[in-house]
T-cell receptor
Framework: QKEVEQDPGPLSVPEGAIVSLNCTYS??????FMWYRQYSRKGPELLMY????GNKEDGRFTAQVDKSSKYISLFIRDSQPSDSATYLC?????????????FGQGTRLTINP | EPEVTQTPSHQVTQMGQEVILRCVPI?????FYWYRQILGQKVEFLVS????????KSEIFDDQFSVERPDGSNFTLKIRSTKLEDSAMYFC????????????FGPGTRLTVT
């Protein structure tokens, strides 16, 4: 079983739609959860960082964590064409104080005007 | 806003040659990382570096790879003898704290080995 699984998509929705992106993970030691956005041939850009189960909101983005189900989600409200990118979930495994981020495959999202 | 920078943006090299990829992490950060992403695949961890030594390295990070922080600002990844399969995007990242810190990534260096 892969440590982090994410549907690679592609996912295509009309502008203004609510988008739901999901990841599952197998390692119960994961305590922190991150979402990155990656535009084509660019570096991952940190979007959301969460720790506890529940919801965290930042503007149009909401990150949701359910540790009991080992399931995390990212919701995008009022989606815009500029949101078109690949969205990566990532979880740090901590070794000697430093992190080793374990990434999902990434979901490629297109918002159609 | 502080950011991680990387040079060059694109490097083309012949198989067997040595390459050095350079990164300038965010200035007050203490933890430094290299990741790579082969086209169409996941971002994969290579190595973490703290207090002037490697904290952890992946199976990919074999004897052909090395990292160095030669001064107070730069962080480099060296590949001694490049192989075709080393062709990938290489990302540097840094964080201000260890286990709980958020990692910030640079724009990447695209390495093409011919």
């Amino acid at each position: 079983q892969k440590e982090v699984e994410q549907d690679p998509g592609p996912l295509s929705v009309p502008e203004g739609a609510i988008v739901s992106l999901n990841c599952t993970y197998s390692n119960s030691a994961f305590q922190y959860f991150m979402w990155y956005r990656q535009y084509s041939r660019k570096g991952p850009e940190l979007l959301m960082y969460t720790y506890s189960s529940g919801n965290k909101e930042d503007g149009r983005f909401t990150a949701q964590v359910d540790k009991s189900s080992k399931y995390i989600s990212l919701f995008i409200r009022d989606s815009q064409p500029s949101d078109s990118a690949t969205y990566l979930c990532a979880m740090p495994a901590v070794v000697q104080g430093a992190q080793k981020l374990v990434f999902g495959q990434g979901t490629r999202l297109t918002i159609n005007p | 806003e502080p950011e991680v920078t990387q040079t060059p943006s694109h490097q083309v090299t012949q198989m067997g040659q040595e390459v050095i990829l350079r990164c300038v992490p965010i200035s007050n950060h203490l933890y430094f990382y290299w990741y790579r992403q082969i086209l169409g695949q996941k971002v994969e961890f290579l190595v973490s570096f703290y207090n002037n030594e490697i904290s952890e390295k992946s199976e990919i990070f074999d004897d052909q790879f090395s990292v160095e922080r030669p001064d107070g600002s730069n962080f480099t990844l060296k590949i001694r003898s490049t192989k075709l399969e080393d062709s990938a995007m290489y990302f540097c990242a840094s964080s201000g704290a260890g286990g709980t810190g958020m990692q910030y990534f640079g724009p990447g260096t695209r390495l093409t080995v011919t």
